[in-house]
Structure formats: structure tokens, C-alpha cells
């Protein structure tokens, strides 16, 4: 297996992508490719020591050129074809490697796979599908924020592709799937959601367990949620930022007090199972679902943690033939209807 890595993109570029994919070649068996600039690249690498006992290897395909998070993607795209970014993309359409990891404009990510990477069988839009911290179990949600403009058709297929992913990554049997609407009732909702309804209460293959809200998405009675981009994202951000206020406020009221900071030490390791719990690292980035290739979005702040755990997650989603049975479901619930 050959993953890509957009070895310049993020905010901590080239430096954590490195070093997240020289942790990665010690884990797996795969040729990691870093994309970018090969001198910078190459001296980065030589001033480290590689995995020898690893199974997998770190080699560098040249990309001179850089989108920047501030560039409108789809110009920047054109202006810039030797771009990280198009280059790396351009290797998983020519089958050069299998997946891609990129932390730079998630703007540019999916307008790159839409742009050179064929839609799968079956899929009119791709979606952003992540991981949300739940009471049991992580929660899979999608869209996040590649299609905000969403058809009944186009949801009925984040379902399928999200249904997919969650037996691929987390090894869900029958993942239940819920409609993130405003109430759990079958009429409740708008003309996009009663309409998904229907569509998704006839599907076969689909472990559909009617419409959920917000509250639900973190507590782990389903394992997949769905619902358009714009929505998606909103409630990504919003997650991110409860998160990190929680966070804040916490070590605030714990330093306040002596015996409050004497208590920090006794829960020490339960403030660390806490953190892995909400830290993104944790599951490295976003996978778009329903583009030919495997294409891997992480958190522009990105560590090198986080680069490892997204290689990691491409390779899982790979060797799952993730993107094969989500064109053989769609498929075969297509004849059906």
C-alpha cells in the first residue's frame, strides 16, 4: 500500500508531517509518500533518525508549489498544478499511490478530488465524515462540510457511505443510523429531512433508526449521524470550541484552590482518558467519502500525532476495501428500489 502525505500543508508544515509519517512507517506496512518540496524534504528526513525496525518506508515525490489556507481553492487548484496538493491528488487518480493525508486548505482537499478524483458509482456528492466523542463509543457524523446544499438523494448516500465507514473503521456490525432533524417524530422536520425520511425507512441494507437530535449525536445510541454540510460543520466548530472552553474553565477552577490543585494530582489519569476522549489527534483527521480514491482531511493545527492516526485511518479504510463496498451497497440498493 503507497498513502500520500501533503507534506507542506498545515500549520505546523513541513515538520510534524515528517515526523507523523516516519511514526507511521513504524506501525504499518506501507511506503508513505511526502509531497512537497524535495530539497526541504530530504534534509528534514536526514536530520532524523528512520524506523529501522519499521515495515513500511518514508520516500518523497517533488511538488514545488503550496495553497495557501487564505487561496480561493479552485483558482489556486489551476494557477498552481504543480501544487502539493494537485500533485498528490493526481497520484491517487493515476493510481500511483492509494489513499491521501493532507492537513492544508480542506477547501482545496475536496475541490482537488473533485477536480481530478471521478465521483464512486452510485455518489452525485461527497461527504465529510468524522468522529465525535460519545458516552460509549465515538459517534460518526456527516456531512461536515463538502456539500451544504443538499437533495433527499444526496443524504439517502451519506447514509449508505456512513453506514459503510463505521463497519470499515469501527467494526459496527449494524451500524444504527439516525436523521438529525428537530425531533425524533417522523413528521418533525423540514421538506429535506421528512423526505430523507421516507427514503431512508424504505432502504434496504440500512440499519435506519428514524430521526435523532443534536443531544443524540454524543451519547451513543446511534453510530452514525447524518445531515447536510452546512449543518454538519456547524456543529463541528461548535463541538471544537465546547471542548476547548471546557477544557479552559477546568484548569481554571482546579488552580484556583490548594486543595483543588492537590486534587489534580490524585485524577491525574482521569484528566488524561478525558483529553484522549476530545482530542482530535486521537482519530487524525476526516475522510471524504464518495470520491474515487481514499482522501484524508486533518485539523490545520495538526500535530504529529494526528498526521500518524490519519495515515493510519486511510490505511484501515484501504484495507477494508471501504470504497468498494460502498459502491457495491449503493448498487445493490438501487436495483431494490
Not at 152 to 181: I, W
Request: net charge neutral; glycine share 12%; aromatic share 4%.
Amino acid at each position: 500500500m503507497r498513502i500520500a502525505v501533503d507534506a507542506m500543508g498545515g500549520d505546523h508544515a513541513p515538520d510534524v508531517n515528517v515526523d507523523g509519517a516516519l511514526a507511521a512507517a513504524g506501525r504499518w506496512d506501507c511506503e508513505i509518500v511526502l509531497v512537497g518540496d524535495r530539497d526541504v524534504l530530504e534534509g528534514a528526513l536526514a536530520r532524523r533518525r528512520p524506523h529501522a525496525d519499521g515495515p513500511g518506508s518514508v520516500t518523497v515525490e517533488h511538488a514545488p508549489d503550496v495553497v495557501a489556507m487564505g487561496e480561493g481553492p479552485v483558482v489556486a487548484l489551476r494557477r498552481k498544478p504543480n501544487s502539493t496538493m494537485a500533485v498528490a491528488t493526481r497520484m491517487v487518480k493515476d493510481g500511483r499511490v492509494d489513499g491521501l493525508v493532507s492537513a492544508g486548505s480542506t477547501g482545496a482537499a475536496v475541490a482537488a478530488s473533485v477536480l481530478y478524483l471521478s465521483p464512486l458509482a452510485g455518489v452525485n456528492r461527497p461527504a465529510i465524515a468524522t468522529f465525535l466523542p460519545g458516552l460509549r463509543e465515538p459517534t460518526v457524523l456527516l456531512d461536515v462540510g463538502a456539500t451544504v446544499d443538499c437533495r433527499p438523494e444526496n443524504l439517502y448516500q451519506f447514509a449508505v457511505m456512513g453506514a459503510t465507514f463505521a463497519s470499515c473503521v469501527l467494526d459496527r456490525r449494524s451500524p444504527k443510523v439516525g436523521l438529525l432533524s428537530v425531533g425524533t417524530e417522523a413528521a418533525k422536520g423540514n421538506a429535506l429531512t421528512k423526505r430523507t425520511y421516507e427514503m431512508l425507512s424504505g432502504a434496504g441494507g440500512i440499519h435506519f433508526v428514524g430521526n435523532v437530535e443534536g443531544r443524540d449525536i454524543f451519547t451513543g445510541e446511534v453510530d452514525v449521524v447524518v445531515c447536510d454540510g452546512f449543518v454538519g460543520n456547524v456543529i463541528l466548530k461548535a463541538s471544537e470550541g465546547l471542548a476547548e472552553a471546557m477544557e479552559a474553565i477546568l484548569r481554571r477552577e482546579l488552580s484556583s484552590h490548594p486543595l483543588a490543585r492537590a486534587g489534580v494530582l490524585l485524577m491525574r489519569g482521569a484528566f488524561r482518558k478525558f483529553k484522549r476522549h476530545v482530542d482530535y489527534a486521537e482519530r487524525g483527521g476526516a475522510i471524504l467519502l464518495g470520491v474515487n480514491g481514499v482522501v484524508v482531511i486533518c485539523h490545520g493545527g495538526s500535530n504529529a500525532k494526528a498526521i500518524t492516526n490519519a495515515i493510519g485511518l486511510a490505511y484501515d479504510f484501504i484495507s477494508h476495501g471501504g470504497n468498494e463496498r460502498i459502491s457495491e451497497r449503493l448498487g445493490s440498493n438501487q436495483e431494490k428500489r
